[in-house]
């Protein structure tokens, strides 16, 4: 069993930056991966960004690169999602979620995070 918690959503300008937290407890933090994913309202969820076990490899969706970067501290068993150049587009709820490898492939994520709401006005 892995919880899940994000935190660090909020209501932002357009052009500005955040940076989620998600604290895991439960396995041992560095034997899985993990991943971001957001569901805007009325869409399905889709994925974001995702990090390798040991923070080596990341991959991005096409719509972040360049703008969000996720990164994670085994010592604090916590992934991070750096949000910067913020669009409308990107008001979601922000999922963080683990999987046995670094994919961005939804169904390979087995425990989820409640979510955290971002907002960017225009």
């Known amino acids: 069993q892995v919880q899940l918690v994000e935190s660090g959503g909020g209501l932002v300008q357009a052009g500005g930056s955040l940076r989620l937290s998600c604290a895991a407890s439960?396995?041992?933090?560095?034997?899985?991966?993990l991943g971001w994913f957001r569901q805007a309202p009325g869409k399905e969820r889709e994925f974001v960004a995702t990090?390798?076990?040991?923070?080596?490899?990341?991959y991005y969706a096409d719509s972040v690169k360049g703008r969000f970067t996720i990164s994670r501290d085994n010592a604090k068993n916590t992934v991070y999602l750096q949000i910067d150049s913020l669009k409308p587009e990107d008001t979601a709820v922000y999922y963080c979620?683990?999987?046995?490898?670094?994919?961005?492939?939804?169904?390979?994520?087995?425990?989820w995070g409640q979510g955290t709401q971002v907002t960017v006005s225009s």
């Open positions: 979620a683990t999987s046995p490898v670094a994919i961005s492939t939804m169904r390979a994520y087995d425990y």
């Open positions: 990090i390798s076990r040991n923070g080596g490899s990341t």
């Open positions: 439960g396995r041992t933090f560095s034997r899985y991966a």
